[in-house]
């Protein structure tokens, strides 16, 4: 698939995704543009089988985690978050490394039912399609948007009824 294709499939998702988690118009555009470049600087790397939305998707959400680390130690980058993000706890002192951030949003995509975890995982973990992930379990794709919808509500409800769980948390669940 020529880059631009890719880019043209891609880059509206990814930026709408970083614009929700950070808000800041001319960050999102550089996270949006170092995705992109990446992915242009391991092109050849790639093979016909690798998940390119799985690849972006992943390194947006590193992309944002890098950005919360270095805000947390920047008073005037914390100063211009805490302006735009309209949040009820202050997530950029708390972040978690990457992988304590991964164990607990695995403890809470457990807290799903059997088959909307292995739904979640599917389409947000692995990165793929409804129509794949629908194809893969043998059921319509309207039953894997109802699960998906089911499971990112509960999970949004949790999130915003557990203050404790972090920001960093959140981004792994959305970008994962």
């Known amino acids: ?3 631009s294709s890719i880019y043209d499939k891609y880059a509206a998702i990814l930026a709408a995704k970083l614009h929700k988690l950070i808000k800041i118009h001319t ?3 550089e996270l949006h543009q170092e995705a992109f470049l990446r992915l242009w600087k ?3 790397e790639l093979d ?3 998940n390119i939305k799985a690849y972006l998707f992943t390194t947006c959400r590193n992309l944002t985690i890098d950005f919360y680390r270095k805000a947390s130690k920047d008073k005037e980058l914390e100063r211009q ?3 735009h993000l309209d949040v009820s706890y202050d997530p950029i002192g708390q972040l978690l490394s990457q992988k ?4 607990l949003a695995e403890s809470l995509i457990g ?3 059997p088959q ?3 739904v979640f995982r599917m389409v947000k973990l692995d990165g793929y399609s409804y129509e794949e992930t629908s194809i893969h379990f043998g059921v319509s794709t309207s039953t894997i948007k109802d699960h998906m919808a089911k499971s990112s509500e509960f999970l949004k409800n949790y999130i915003a009824q557990n203050p404790h769980i972090t920001f960093a948390i959140a981004v792994y669940i959305v970008f994962k």
């Open 1 to 3: 698939m020529a880059f």
């Open 27 to 29: 960050i999102v555009e």
């Open 42 to 44: 391991i092109r050849h």
């Open 48 to 50: 016909e089988n690798t």
């Open 81 to 83: 978050l805490i302006k």
């Open 100 to 103: 304590e951030s991964k164990a």
């Open 111 to 113: 807290l799903l039912p």
């Open 116 to 118: 909307r975890q292995k």
